[in-house]
């Protein structure tokens, strides 16, 4: 599975404002993965339809 036209929009604006850490896109679910340095969302997925949710990973 390809993102998704909203998946790129998010990363570039949270790589234009310096907030993207590490990212990881799993092609099997469509999910993109993302680091960011705010304690709201440490780790975070962005689904295919642009809605960013939090995970309960821990590192």
């Not at 907030?19 to 969302?41: A, H, K, R």
Request: charged share 15%; no cysteine.
């Amino acid at each position: 599975m390809e993102p998704s036209e909203a998946q790129y929009l998010i990363i570039n604006a949270l790589t234009t404002l310096d907030l993207l850490g590490n990212t990881f896109y799993d092609e099997d679910s469509g999910n993109w993965y993302i680091n960011t340095p705010s304690s709201v969302l440490p780790i975070a997925m962005i689904l295919q339809n642009g809605d960013i949710v939090t995970t309960n990973w821990d590192l």
